[in-house]
């Protein structure tokens, strides 16, 4: 069965230290891969993709993940909190030859003065 | 800005009551969705359009109803409000079906139903 599990529910970190939000995936083929982020009150924002080119993917406000099929894997990281990173993160796998879209659970990223 | 409309922003429904929410994409997008989130369930996929002219059920379809007006409008319908709709609804679009482009979503609406 296909799934999306986001390990942590909330991480908390001090600003300027580095950010990591876990997501595994579960699935007979590699899916493609999307980070999003929920600041309050506002809709989801894409931030980084991955489509089965590069394995470490960039995305906006300094945000990388790396794909790691050996491990079933798609983990969200950043070297440098800062206040406005605050918000609530999914991981979204999508599985291609079809239309079925997972949403991970969701980890909230508090940051730290 | 480019990006998906949705209306309105906040909505109060007493039980039993109907109403529509509006979407909309200026991206020329062929498909669009409607979401809901609550609170420990994440994203859940009431209805999808893959294309113009055709819709289709997703997980929690039940309660509502959906029309894709045309290229750039999805909207969303609810016959007779219950509490357990209580909730924020998302729309998103993508350009094509194929789950792999990602979405474009919108602000979102807030729906208490009382």
């Known amino acids: 069965a296909q799934s999306v599990t986001q390990l942590d529910s909330h991480v908390s970190v001090s600003e300027g230290t580095p950010v990591l939000l876990r997501c595994n995936y579960s699935?007979?083929?590699?899916?493609?891969l999307f980070w999003y982020v929920q600041h309050p009150n506002k809709g989801l924002q894409l931030l980084l993709k991955?489509?089965?080119?590069?394995?470490l993917v960039k995305g906006i406000n300094g945000f990388e993940a790396e794909f790691k099929k050996s491990e079933t894997s798609f983990h969200l990281t950043k070297p440098s909190a800062h206040m406005s990173d605050a918000a609530e993160y999914f991981c979204v796998g999508a599985y291609t030859g079809g239309f079925k879209t997972i949403f991970g659970a969701g980890t909230r990223l508090f940051v730290k003065a | 800005n480019a990006g998906v409309t949705q209306t309105p922003k906040f909505q109060v429904l007493k039980t039993g009551q109907s109403m529509t929410l509006q979407c909309a994409q200026d991206m020329n997008h062929n498909s669009m969705y409607w979401y809901r989130q609550d609170p420990g369930m994440g994203l859940r996929l009431i209805y999808y359009s893959a294309s113009e002219g055709t819709t289709d059920k997703g997980e929690v379809p039940n309660g509502y109803n959906v029309s894709r007006l045309n290229k750039r409008e999805f909207s969303l319908r609810l016959e007779s409000a219950a509490p357990s709709q209580t909730s924020v609804y998302f729309c998103?679009?993508?350009?094509?079906?194929?789950?792999?482009?990602?979405?474009?979503f919108g602000s979102g609406t807030r729906l208490t139903v009382v």
């Open positions: 998103a679009s993508s350009p094509r079906e194929q789950a792999n482009y990602g979405y474009t």
């Open positions: 991955y489509t089965s080119a590069a394995t």
């Open positions: 699935s007979s083929y590699s899916p493609s």
